[in-house]
């Protein structure tokens, strides 16, 4: 049943009213930081016999060695129980139940199978009073979905403990081993272990900041999927549902582990267990090896009613290898010292020993696969490798896995992509020529990018400069070459790799690139005209047919050589078509010749007239009408206009591009796309809608030109688009005096006149988001409204000549 509460101060004042006194007693108690009396487990399976630390599943069949590992001066006798389940409405039976009096040696152990049929194995400890295994097998068989519930969410819970034992104590030995790793440390450990890391503790004084990461530890275990909380599971009656709400985000729990609620729920539900002779207490087991150490939230009672202790083991017949991912999706260079293969969402191969055996497969270039032993270390943020260089060589490596087990079961995966650095494998492309007298890309291919180390520039004298790179492909580098004061002459630019002692050494060819012109182009009746060459930079000015033009944009072309636009102040739409030689001035004070080419004028469209029809007003607007000047339109309206090509024809291949002033936003309107229409090879006709055509953010002065292939037109004024108010009224309590404009959207207005002059507007404070507005008395009945959009025009207000008091 899914319940419709999700607020925070909701879920608070239920749980006030729903959760019992005693338990809200307890909530301040749950850490688990009590040490209880530890038991050893073997697991065997087949011919194969695995410690519990090691066993994340059970399976019917195995067969579990377990006993106390209680001290030779243990005072309080205990009853140990192994209870084997199989569902929350099918009892289990009595022969699924095995005692051991740890007081006996000869009895002290239990030696069990696990039956077919079972989903659920629990031990439990009872101190000794006659009638314990009685009572206890009647408790577990009377009420059997509180203990499977028990068994799993305490198993989960012990996992999350052994997270945060793992956390806490990789602080430890990072603060005891220098405090400047504490940080590092403690955000990989953090990454691995899925525990939220107080940032605010890393800028506290050294000597502060490892007790500070590790306080409030019920609330720094994250949930990672590992499975549901009790009170998630088992609900019905309101109580129940107010432990349910306790675990969402909004009554405080949500992205955390079922660990921070367990204490309380438990106490709930095993509160009606209590008798006059036992309660039973929740237990949490770390398992290391054979040993579970176990983990009491409240001290034990050796009085009536006596403590019960409920000891989680691993479920059976779950307990599958993970599905494990890589947390890296680019190279990795697999000999780079200290290198880390990151995993994602794998708390558990860090903070507990059911991955062992880790191995990387690694498949050659030569078809050979070899293994290299793999250590989890959380402290590192992931898979160590132990490296064997000596094999492994230069080798490419084609595939690498990770492999192991998991308990009793192998597993595969994930894989990594890694590579090993080949240095002679780099070569400059496309060739070895580069440009001195400025800083030159070069592009390496065919080495490893993820191994690179380092790369430097020797010059002819023997001195080597650092170089800038960055990896641009898996096989592939971009170096930026130090050349500006560099003169011509052979190069030699070294690339370290890791795990190659001796640099790769590339021979380049420096060479002078001086100014080389190809080519002026000037259509007529443009101020523009584009120079082509190389070193560009080196132009001081151009002249040609009378006319004097001046450098401005530089752009280089990516795939080489410079584009320049030069300007003049002078006529251009007389001069001579054809071809002729300009005369460069170069920066030096040299002159050179240059070709140029006088094209016919660009092909452009003159505005014949338009026509806007504003959108239609919504039924039973009640909104004064607006009267736009002919250039203006708004966002929504509807704009048709003519126009005439002029110096070309027109045919259906041509496009009209509209454009803002500012060139943030552009379209093109084309017969094919059903926005243009021509009549015959001269005139266009063309429709718009600004708002769907230029999107929202167009606002303000827009143009257009023709468009013929890859030659494009000057651009032409076309109309302004605006954004209007919805002025729904204006009131005048007086004949004369001032009136209250009101509506929706009135930041949109810069001024009010009475008079269509934009000079006389009565000034709107910049921001204003009223929906009342103080204006003067209309003239004519009309008001006139100056738009930040359209400061130079003004829109017309029609007032009804019935005015309100």
Request: glycine share 10%; with cysteine.
């Amino acid at each position: 049943m899914r319940h419709g509460l999700t607020t925070a101060a909701l879920a608070a004042t239920f749980l006030a009213g729903a959760i019992p006194a005693a338990v809200r007693a307890q909530q301040a108690s749950n850490s688990f930081d009590l040490a209880g009396p530890p038991l050893t487990m073997t697991v065997t399976r087949g011919d194969a016999t695995l410690p519990i630390g090691q066993v994340p599943g059970l399976r019917a069949g195995d067969r579990l060695v377990l006993k106390a590992d209680l001290p030779a001066d243990q005072a309080a006798r205990y009853v140990l129980v192994l209870a084997f389940l199989r569902g929350a409405t099918n009892p289990p039976p009595k022969n699924w139940f095995f005692r051991a009096d740890t007081w006996v040696p000869k009895k002290g152990t239990i030696t069990a199978t696990v039956p077919e049929g079972a989903e659920q194995a629990i031990a439990l400890l009872a101190p000794e009073t006659g009638g314990d295994y009685g009572a206890v097998v009647q408790a577990v068989r009377g009420r059997p979905g509180v203990f499977v519930r028990a068994a799993q969410d305490l198993f989960q819970a012990s996992l999350d403990r052994a997270r945060l034992d793992a956390f806490v104590a990789g602080i430890a030995r990072a603060e005891e081993a220098s405090a400047e790793r504490l940080e590092p440390v403690s955000t990989a450990l953090a990454g691995s272990l899925a525990i939220r890391l107080d940032a605010n503790c890393l800028s506290r004084p050294r000597a502060l900041q490892a007790a500070c990461l590790t306080q409030n530890r019920e609330g720094m275990v994250l949930q990672t999927g590992g499975g549901a909380s009790l009170a998630e599971t088992i609900g019905g009656t309101t109580t129940q549902f107010a432990y349910s709400l306790a675990a969402t985000k909004e009554a405080g729990a949500g992205l955390y582990s079922p660990y921070i609620s367990l204490a309380r729920d438990f106490a709930r539900l095993f509160g009606v267990f209590r008798s006059a002779n036992y309660q039973y207490a929740p237990t949490l087991a770390v398992s290391h090896g054979d040993r579970m150490r176990l983990q009491l939230n409240n001290p034990p009672s050796f009085q009536n009613p006596k403590s019960v202790l409920v000891v989680p083991l691993p479920a059976i017949g779950a307990g599958a290898p993970p599905t494990l991912r890589a947390g890296s999706k680019a190279p990795l260079c697999l000999v780079r010292p200290g290198q880390v293969l990151p995993l994602e969402d794998a708390p558990l191969v860090f903070a507990t020993d059911y991955a062992r055996d880790l191995s990387l497969r690694l498949t050659l270039a030569d078809g050979k696969t070899m293994d290299m032993p793999v250590t989890a270390d959380a402290a590192r943020g992931g898979l160590v490798v132990a490296l064997d260089s000596a094999r492994l060589g230069q080798q490419t490596i084609g595939e690498a896995v990770l492999t192991g087990r998991w308990g009793f079961d192998t597993f595969t995966g994930p894989r990594f992509l890694l590579q090993n650095g080949a240095p002679t494998a780099w070569a400059p492309k496309p060739d070895n020529a580069v440009v001195v007298g400025r800083d030159t890309p070069l592009t390496l291919q065919g080495g490893a990018a993820s191994c690179v180390e380092q790369v430097s520039l020797r010059d002819r004298a023997g001195a080597v400069k650092a170089v800038a790179w960055k990896a641009s492909g898996a096989d592939e580098i971009t170096a930026t070459l130090p050349l500006a004061r560099t003169r011509a002459g052979e190069l030699t630019l070294l690339v370290s790799q890791y795990g190659d002692a001796a640099p790769a050494a590339l021979t380049l060819k420096g060479q002078s690139e001086a100014s080389r012109l190809e080519g002026f182009t000037l259509y007529t009746g443009d101020k523009d005209g584009r120079l082509v060459g190389a070193r560009l930079d080196q132009v001081a000015k151009l002249e040609v047919a009378g006319l004097t033009f001046t450098p401005g944009p530089l752009t280089r072309d990516p795939g080489g050589g410079d584009r320049m636009v030069l300007t003049t102040d002078g006529a251009t739409e007389t001069v001579a078509l054809g071809i002729s030689d300009a005369k460069v001035t170069l920066a030096d004070g040299r002159t050179t010749n240059v070709r140029a080419t006088i094209t016919p004028p660009r092909p452009r469209v003159e505005l014949i007239s338009r026509n806007v029809d504003p959108p239609a007003p919504a039924a039973g607007d009640v909104a004064l009408p607006l009267t736009l000047p002919d250039n203006v339109l708004s966002q929504d309206a509807r704009l048709t206009f003519s126009a005439r090509a002029v110096n070309t024809r027109l045919s259906a291949a041509d496009a009209i591009e509209v454009a803002t002033a500012d060139d943030s936003a552009s379209a093109k309107l084309t017969v094919a796309g059903g926005g243009l229409q021509l009549l015959g090879g001269d005139v266009a006709v063309a429709t718009l809608s600004p708002r769907a055509l230029l999107g929202a953010g167009a606002v303000g002065a827009i143009k257009m030109r023709l468009v013929q292939g890859d030659l494009a037109g000057e651009w032409q004024p076309l109309a302004r688009v605006v954004r209007l108010p919805r002025v729904t009224g204006v009131t005048c309590p007086t004949a004369t005096g001032a009136c209250t404009l009101t509506g929706e959207q009135l930041f949109l207005i810069a001024g009010v006149a009475t008079e269509a002059d934009p000079a006389r507007a009565q000034a709107v404070p910049l921001g204003f988001v009223g929906e009342k507005l103080e204006v003067p008395h209309p003239a004519n009945g009309a008001l006139f409204l100056k738009l930040h959009d359209a400061p130079g025009d003004m829109v017309r207000v029609t007032v009804p000549a019935k005015r309100g008091k």
